[in-house]
């Protein structure tokens, strides 16, 4: 349930990515927002298994490569890559903050840009290895977007938090249990 | 019995290793057949791709109107009596030259699909340069499902735009010339040189390259390059200008740099070619050499 959600809200954020953004005044580079979503569910180790992380990764770079017509796979491999990325940046550092977050999406942005480029390459040799001087304007957008887009995934995943919908309390009902005063 | 903690690893392990597995198959698979779609693939297009048309439809909407917003409170700044009556003339000036530019665009190509000898079918742009990496737009027809497939030319009145490179149902990707995948047969009308345009590895702008282009035959900056007539494309179709000539020492050939004339930012309506070019009548340059027997004379 969870992981379908996710992948729809990875999904509306992608094809907004591939309208919206390309019909701005500028037309120059657009925010990775597919990216975040999985920086999202690998920045979450507590919520997401890793297994979990890979396949909503793997899917989404699957959904990229259909709507951006890229070669099927580039997407889905570098986006997997990045989820487990995400999950071991989580487990040495606490992203927590609109610095650390917007840190955490430029440098993933970056890093893909890379991946990108080089399994690009591997695919369609003839594209060669370039292509990134983009890439650091692109990345600082994503960070401009990270956090808001972060901020929002944690809002649905915490709706959506399966250890309380088994119990069958809301995300408010929780936070009032939680953070309440000890019992007297 | 492995302990439930354990079991829990090699079952992460295992997905993940699939996962991996899963990525790596569809890059073979992309590497060995890039058309390929699968029927999961259309499936997938087919529900998103409405969802596509309608967010890009609303986007310019919203465009559309947001400009409008701005006019009319640059207008209210200036005199706040005048607002109602200047904003109302504003806004309809600007839907007036709004349609007249859609009405000269479609115009324009009409005209073209009246200059083209073969048969063209209109698409709209839905998606373009979604991801930076590769050049790719996305069409929409409008009506002749079934009747385009990989490698029809992709043209509009300003020039090429590119080729169909996968099509799921009335969508179609299509590789534009400046990918450097792309590969179409071009001449120079100067000096009646010949070579093959591709995109340029690792550019950013949208750019494209002559390459094989003889030495002897000299080509200098601000030269037309237009369609040779081969590959499916008609004849003649302007492609865009020498922006950069670079001479090879060692090897035969020019590096010609070429600025396209299609402004593929701003593309929104484009023609299909569907059928192939019929082959020039050589009797025909027998007797008129300089004035090709078919395709765009014209746009010349």
């Excluded at chain 1, 959600?5 to 999904?11: K, M, N, R």
């Excluded at chain 1, 890793?50 to 997407?75: I, K, N, Q």
């Excluded at chain 1, 369609?124 to 977007?145: D, H, K, N, Q, W």
């Excluded at chain 2, 750019?207 to 007539?229: F, H, N, P, W």
Aim: aromatic share 4%; hydrophobic share 45%; glycine share 10%.
């Amino acid at each position: 349930m969870r992981s379908v959600a996710t992948l729809i809200v990875g999904l509306l954020l992608l094809l907004l990515q591939s309208t919206v953004m390309e019909f701005a005044p500028v037309h120059l580079v657009t925010p990775t927002l597919g990216l975040l979503t999985v920086l999202y569910i690998g920045l979450s180790p507590l919520k997401w298994a890793p297994g979990s992380a890979a396949l909503v990764g793997l899917s989404l770079g699957y959904l990229f490569d259909l709507v951006s017509g890229a070669p099927r796979g580039v997407h889905a491999f570098v986006f997997l890559v990045m989820a487990l990325f995400a999950r071991a940046l989580a487990s040495r550092l606490a992203v927590r903050g609109v610095v650390l977050k917007a840190s955490a999406a430029f440098v993933a942005s970056l890093l893909s840009a890379l991946l990108i480029v080089v399994v690009r390459a591997q695919v369609s040799p003839e594209t060669g290895y370039g292509g990134l001087r983009m890439a650091p304007i692109e990345a600082l957008l994503t960070a401009v977007f990270g956090p808001p887009v972060l901020w929002l995934l944690s809002r649905l995943d915490g709706r959506l938090d399966p250890a309380l919908l088994r119990v069958g309390l809301s995300r408010r009902r929780a936070r009032a249990l939680g953070s309440g005063l000890p019992p007297r | 019995m492995l302990p439930s903690g354990h079991r829990q690893k090699i079952r992460e392990a295992v997905i993940i290793t699939a996962a991996f597995l899963t990525a790596l198959f569809l890059l073979r698979q992309s590497a060995k057949s890039p058309e390929y779609l699968s029927p999961l693939d259309r499936g997938i297009l087919a529900l998103v791709t409405p969802l596509q048309s309608r967010m890009a439809r609303l986007a310019r909407s919203i465009g559309h109107a947001a400009g409008q917003y701005v006019d009319l409170v640059h207008v209210r700044a200036e005199n706040e009596a005048l607002h109602n009556e200047n904003g109302r003339l504003r806004a309809e000036l600007l839907e007036a030259k709004r349609g007249a530019a859609e009405s000269v665009r479609f115009q324009r190509l009409l005209g073209l699909r009246n200059a083209v000898t073969t048969e063209t079918l209109v698409a709209r742009v839905i998606a373009i340069d979604v991801s930076p990496y590769f050049r790719v737009a996305r069409i929409q027809l409008d009506r002749g499902e079934g009747l385009v497939s990989r490698g029809m030319p992709i043209i509009t009145p300003d020039g090429v735009v590119g080729r169909i490179n996968r099509v799921a149902g009335d969508t179609s990707d299509i590789l534009l010339s400046v990918d450097p995948r792309s590969a179409i047969d071009v001449v120079l009308p100067r000096t009646g040189g010949r070579g093959i345009l591709r995109g340029k590895p690792g550019e950013n702008g949208y750019r494209c390259a002559i390459e094989y282009l003889m030495q002897g035959e000299q080509a200098k900056e601000g030269d037309l390059v237009v369609t040779s007539g081969l590959g499916g494309f008609p004849r003649d179709l302007p492609v865009g200008k020498i922006s950069k000539v670079a001479r090879n020492a060692v090897g035969m050939s020019q590096e010609l740099e070429v600025s396209p004339d299609v402004d593929f930012a701003r593309l929104s309506e484009v023609l299909v070619v569907v059928a192939p070019t019929p082959p020039a009548d050589p009797e025909a340059s027998a007797h008129k050499p300089l004035v090709p027997s078919h395709g765009l004379g014209v746009y010349r």
